[in-house]
């Protein structure tokens, strides 16, 4: 098993992309059809930008500080946009 039972999940589909986040243990895991060119970035609750990734990976440990975050993800046609819970 690989620890996606537990934590939270989100999912986020527009077109014909679909993208699963799920959040455990302070790992965030993104799974599904995106551009591998699309950018994810992590703000905090006040719109600092706090991480930024120039494409997507698979698994991303951010070394930041446990609490609730933005998470955006910008392909070339889509932006998606989520609260994640970091523990």
Do not use: M, R
């Amino acid at each position: 098993e690989d620890g996606e039972g537990f934590g939270v999940h989100t999912s986020l589909t527009k077109e014909k992309e679909a993208i699963n986040v799920f959040v455990n243990q302070g790992n965030i895991s993104i799974k599904g059809n995106i551009e591998k060119e699309a950018q994810l970035s992590i703000y905090d609750l006040v719109g600092n930008l706090l991480l930024s990734y120039k494409s997507i990976q698979e698994n991303i440990t951010p070394n930041i500080q446990s609490g609730i975050y933005i998470l955006k993800i910008q392909s070339k046609n889509n932006t998606y946009t989520t609260k994640i819970l970091l523990e």
